[in-house]
């Protein structure tokens, strides 16, 4: 996380949500009060500042003091160069042509998890479980341009803090000879082998392509959208394979993020991708392989999976974010 503050107060502020395809931007014109919110195409603009500076245009030019924003990519230090797009800036400049007196960056999972500490079940689909266990830990993941991973941790105050990490670049592990073969055909094309590498849009194309070359057929071109859609309609049992597939890893990550935070409040999966096939997901290999540990399979189905579906939880974290650091920020002034 990185920010730069002088006052504490002022609406509204401007929070985002950046991914590598889509931004999302918002004003937070009180506490939690979400409003104004727009989704401008990356692509679409050559720097952050220009895709800001068309943002705030379109809601009327508010004057915004404070701003926070949420990023896939890690943050660490002043300059920040996109994982999965071209932007690339440096924290302290990016304020200054903004004339901002705030400007704080924070990894996007980690506010998706902040998200999550303020969220209500209205928000939440289970899928298998039992209840949560109170004051425990969480996991917080999601497959969309890339993998997001992070965590909520009790903080002994009666709240949580969000972890700030890369979990979707851990090496994947194949949990059976298909995805070995899988893991095979990527490793040729790529070297290492990420979680991400198979658990985002692209990495459904791409378990797709594995399987075409191991069935010997012709490969087509297809997004990962043509995919799904032929999957579900049952046009294609290729592409049911492949989306079975998928969801077989989603599980095996899933379950080792679950133990290795000891996550028995909860895994929440975040993301674009698994809200469209909310019904199919619900009976996929998903909860069996997030089960399928051996000695640990117990341990594992007592915890409830829930599938987030609140509209624009990074931007709702965000703005807890910004909140939190500039009190903290003001009670440091105050001293």
């Avoid at 920010?3 to 950046?18: C, E, K, N, Q, S």
């Avoid at 194309?205 to 995919?227: D, F, Q, T, W």
Wanted: aromatic share 8%; charged share 20%; glycine share 12%.
């Amino acid at each position: 996380m990185s920010i730069t503050t002088t006052d504490h107060g002022a609406w509204p502020r401007l929070v985002a949500d950046i991914g590598g395809t889509n931004a999302r931007f918002a004003l937070e014109t009180a506490p939690q009060r979400i409003e104004h919110v727009d989704v401008l195409p990356c692509n679409d603009y050559d720097t952050i500042v220009a895709a800001i500076k068309e943002y705030l245009g379109r809601a009327g030019n508010p004057p915004v003091r404070h701003a926070a924003l949420a990023i896939a990519n890690p943050i660490v230090g002043d300059w920040v160069q996109m994982t999965n797009h071209h932007w690339a800036f440096s924290v302290e400049t990016t304020r200054q042509a903004l004339g901002l007196e705030t400007l704080l960056l924070l990894n996007d999972f980690t506010a998706q998890a902040l998200a999550i500490s303020k969220m209500d079940a209205a928000g939440l689909i289970q899928v298998g479980g039992t209840e949560p266990v109170a004051g425990a830990p969480k996991a917080v993941l999601g497959p969309g341009t890339g993998l997001g991973v992070s965590g909520l941790i009790p903080n002994g105050r009666g709240g949580y803090t969000a972890l700030a990490g890369e979990g979707g670049h851990v090496s994947f592990a194949p949990f059976d000879d298909t995805e070995i073969q899988i893991w095979q055909f990527a490793k040729r094309r790529f070297g290492h082998v990420s979680a991400e590498r198979f658990l985002s849009g692209a990495g459904l194309v791409l378990i797709h392509e594995a399987l075409c070359e191991r069935e010997g057929v012709k490969r087509p071109k297809m997004s990962a959208a043509e995919i799904s859609e032929r999957a579900l309609s049952g046009t294609s049992p290729l592409s049911r394979l492949a989306l079975d597939i998928f969801c077989a890893m989603l599980g095996t990550v899933s379950s080792n993020l679950a133990l290795t935070l000891g996550a028995r409040g909860g895994v929440y999966l975040c993301g674009g991708i698994i809200p469209r096939f909310i019904d199919y997901f619900k009976s996929s290999p998903f909860r069996n392989r997030f089960e399928s540990k051996g000695r640990f399979d117990g341990y594992l189905a007592a915890i409830p999976v829930y599938i987030v579906l609140a509209d624009y939880p990074g931007i709702a974290g965000a703005a807890v974010a910004l909140e939190n650091g500039l009190a903290e920020k003001g009670a440091a002034q105050a001293v």
